[in-house]
């Protein structure tokens, strides 16, 4: 299984809704990323998760939660979120989170396109 | 992380080869180049990596220039199908807590045509 698998495909959701957004991979990889991508604009990190903890958080809005349950499982809590949240959020996979032994390309799931209202 | 510059657009006869350059002239030594493409409203997709020399794959090949500031990812025989936007990245360690970086640029859009 070479996959990366995302819920929903779409959310649309209100400015005081509470979302969650999950991603899981069953290929033994012990990296996961999350990326938001606007319209015409390159992917863009949020989180990223290194053995089920967090690694990187690139200065992202409290309103987003990142969550690694296990090894195979990536949440994003959704809270009071704005208009401008909207985009599509892409999660990936890698299989060694320190590269050190060559270098692991990073696996993209197909996304979660979110729109608020 | 290393910059890198690619051309906005470019188009190509379906067919022929595309050559997609990419500059990176800040790249440190240790920092391998990727590819990606993103096929409209789909996810990246892997295509390639290499750190100094060039690499070949079922998919396509990359060359890497002997200073390695830049490099040149070729489809050799380019498709509808590859229409998409192809990225060009530097490829940074997290260091203290693991993972990998990577970096998007703008890309370039490639438009095969028959």
Request: charged share 20%; with cysteine.
């Amino acid at each position: 299984d070479t996959e990366v698998t995302q819920t929903p495909k779409h959310l649309v959701m209100g400015m005081t809704n509470k979302k969650s957004l999950k991603c899981e991979q069953h290929m033994g990889h012990r990296a996961m990323y999350w990326y938001k991508q606007k319209a015409k604009k390159p992917p863009e990190l949020m989180f990223v998760y290194s053995y089920e903890k967090l690694s990187i958080n690139e200065s992202v809005p409290s309103r987003f939660s990142p969550e690694c349950p296990n090894s195979s499982l990536l949440n994003l809590h959704l809270h009071a979120l704005q208009p401008e949240d909207s985009a599509l959020y892409l999660c990936a996979s890698s299989q060694d989170p320190y590269g050190t032994s060559g270098s692991y390309e990073q696996f993209f799931g197909p996304g979660t396109r979110l729109t608020v209202l | 992380d290393a910059k890198t510059t690619q051309p906005p657009s470019m188009d190509c006869a379906e067919g022929r080869a595309a050559n997609l350059p990419c500059n990176h002239s800040t790249i440190s030594g240790n920092e391998y180049v990727y590819w990606y493409r993103q096929i409209h409203s789909q996810g990246p997709q892997y295509i390639i990596h290499g750190l100094k020399n060039n690499e070949t794959n079922e998919m396509a090949s990359l060359i890497i220039t002997e200073d390695r500031k830049s490099s040149t990812l070729i489809l050799p025989h380019a498709t509808l199908r590859d229409t998409a936007v192809y990225y060009c990245i530097v490829r940074g360690l997290i260091l203290t807590g693991g993972g990998n970086k990577l970096t998007f640029g703008t890309g370039t859009q490639l438009k095969v045509e028959l």
